[in-house]
């Protein structure tokens, strides 16, 4: 049986969480990356400094404050882990959370000084990774992110790596880490081990999950120009593109802008009970009701199939809301069919950049959440009258 001792297995960990770091951010460099991918990528960057922080502090006793400084930059990248995934799921990222625990971590242990470093607050460190890991497997099963197969092995993988955490953190407090049941379930030897199956696992199941991400963003471009063509409607990456434009000048000139998002109801369920051409119907439909009904100084764009996108102006002659009622009311009353088997219906959101910020993803994600409430209060409206 061949044994490691503490600082060869600090620099195999080290080692593996470099070179699996690197990898995923040589990928996202290689491609087109997006807000998600980029917390993901500043998170391996912090991990690739804890892994060196932790090198520095195990090469000698005088280095004690490398520990502080690489428990800091872990508990940091594990929170933007969750992060992304609350991006990539259309959340806010809660960012200054992430931040708030990485540097409460640093602090607490700098505090401790060397002599009462190791046992006053390295549980401090194995909670916070335990908590945003479990964060994150949540986040990773769930929304957008559960369709995707990686996303689903990576929320049991870090469901898994929560609970040693944990684990490790209560038995660290109740039993100490100088007894037997610690160091064999986890010691250095055991967690080091850990770290880098976890560190290789997770970077190949993340690499795919971003991967597949913008696959299927390109597909849904690509099948705005083959299967359903509304002339005037822009694609999501020229949209924002353009939205960014305007944003731009809107805080140069300190003027507020006004986004609206149309959602097609239930596009899914409307595809599987009368076919993809009826769910065709309803795009076409919902995407001319709202180029007829968008003010003149707007811009218009389609975010995926069932999602619709408009920019402009707070309007003088009516209101963002009467104009969305004007959209709603009209697809309604469309034809989709010779059958007339079944309508489009639509939830819609508002939000604006005096409340929101100019950032058009801050932007989007509001009006976005603004569609969702819309959603639940009128399905909750429907259930009543239902009862």
Not at 120 to 132: D, E, K, M, R
Not at 293 to 296: K, L, N, R, V
């Given at each position: 049986m061949i044994l490691f001792d503490v600082p060869t297995l600090y620099v195999v960990s080290t080692i593996a969480t470099i070179s699996a770091g690197a990898m995923f951010l040589l990928e996202t460099l290689l491609r087109r990356n997006d807000s998600a991918g980029r917390l993901w990528s500043v998170g391996y960057f912090c991990i690739i400094f804890a892994a060196f922080a932790s090198l520095i502090a195990t090469s000698s006793p005088e280095n004690w404050w490398a520990f502080a400084v690489g428990n800091g930059f872990y508990?940091?990248?594990t929170g933007l882990l969750w992060a992304g995934a609350r991006v990539a799921n259309r959340k806010r990222s809660l960012l200054l959370i992430v931040v708030l625990a990485g540097a409460f971590v640093a602090i607490a242990r700098i505090m401790s000084g060397p002599d009462g470093l190791l046992h006053?607050?390295?549980?401090?460190?194995?909670?916070?990774?335990?908590?945003?890991l479990a964060l994150a497997g949540i986040e990773f099963g769930s929304r957008d992110l559960r369709k995707l197969t990686a996303a689903r092995f990576l929320s049991v993988a870090l469901t898994f790596a929560s609970a040693f955490y944990v684990a490790r953190s209560v038995t660290f407090v109740v039993l100490g880490p100088d007894t037997p049941a610690y160091v064999v379930l986890f010691g250095p030897a055991t967690s080091s081990l850990l770290e880098i199956v976890a560190t290789i696992v997770g970077t190949l199941a993340l690499s795919s999950i971003q991967s597949d991400r913008l696959r299927i963003g390109d597909q849904i471009d690509a099948e705005f120009g083959?299967?359903?063509v509304i002339d005037g409607m822009l694609p999501p990456l020229t949209f924002r593109e353009v939205a960014e434009s305007w944003l731009m000048r809107a805080i140069r000139e300190r003027k507020t802008?006004?986004?609206?998002?149309?959602e097609i109801s239930e596009l899914e369920e409307v595809n599987i009970a009368f076919g993809r051409g009826a769910g065709d119907a309803a795009i076409r439909a919902t995407g001319r009701v709202t180029l007829m009904?968008?003010?003149?100084a707007s811009v218009i764009g389609r975010l995926t199939s069932p999602r619709f996108v408009m920019l402009m102006?707070?309007?003088?002659?009516?209101?963002v809301e009467a104009i969305a009622d004007n959209i709603r009311d009209a697809v309604?009353?469309?034809q989709l069919d010779a059958q007339n088997r079944f309508q489009a219906s639509i939830f819609h959101g508002?939000?604006?950049?005096?409340?929101?910020?100019a950032r058009y993803d801050d932007l989007l994600r509001a009006a976005s959440d603004a569609v969702r409430l819309n959603a639940v209060e009128a399905r909750a409206r429907a259930d009543e009258h239902t009862i």
């Open positions: 508990v940091t990248g006053s607050s390295l549980a401090s460190t194995y909670l916070g990774a335990g908590v945003f083959q299967r359903v802008l006004v986004m609206l998002v149309i009904h968008a003010p003149t102006e707070p309007p003088t002659t009516e209101s309604l009353a469309t508002i939000a604006t950049t005096r409340e929101s910020g």
